[in-house]
């Protein structure tokens, strides 16, 4: 089975299990290479990257496969979606530099706390909740990447700095970019 079909299948059981929306898979897929993307442009050579909210896989498996050289914290608080997650990981052959943790963030391990370059949410929660949860896995000089919805701008400048996180990205953007300053 080619690569893209293995990973699309495995979406596909997210999918069936209620761990994603309705969007077709191959929508899903090409919203999470966004973030994708968007870390290819920090030019980190092996970036550790955390992916909060990780539920069916996305962005964090599509993140993994795409970025060989980068090691993926797939983070839920849900044991349930955490198996299916680990599952998943080992199925793509992701298991050696993908870790999976079940933890609420809102009393996240001691050790995750700024041992990041990168962290991604994909539908976490509300921005505020979503901004001071992630931003304290992010080292000093890293980034968050946020998914923007459709309707519009949502980040308040002056409640991303009393996180430490200037805006990077240009509103509009479907990925939100933030530094750790």
Not at 81 to 102: F, K, M, N, P, Y
Not at 121 to 150: D, M, Y
């Amino acid at each position: 089975m080619h690569d893209d079909d293995a990973l699309t299948e495995a979406l596909g059981d997210s999918q069936r299990l209620g761990m994603l929306g309705d969007l077709p898979i191959a929508d899903v897929v090409r919203h999470a290479r966004q973030f994708v993307s968007a870390i290819r442009t920090l030019e980190i050579d092996a970036p550790r990257v955390a992916d909060i909210g990780s539920g069916g896989g996305v962005p964090g498996l599509v993140v993994a496969h795409d970025l060989p050289h980068a090691r993926v914290t797939l983070i839920d608080r849900r044991a349930k979606r955490t198996d299916h997650l680990g599952r998943l990981a080992g199925r793509l052959g992701l298991s050696g530099r993908v870790e999976i943790i079940c933890a609420d963030l809102r009393r996240a391990p001691t050790r995750l706390l700024g041992a990041f370059d990168v962290v991604t949410a994909r539908g976490f929660g509300p921005p505020e909740i979503t901004v001071s949860l992630g931003s304290v896995l992010v080292r000093s000089g890293g980034w968050l990447l946020i998914s923007e919805p459709p309707s519009g701008d949502r980040w308040q400048p002056g409640w991303l700095a009393e996180h430490g996180l200037e805006r990077r990205s240009a509103p509009a953007q479907p990925i939100v970019v933030m530094q750790r300053v």
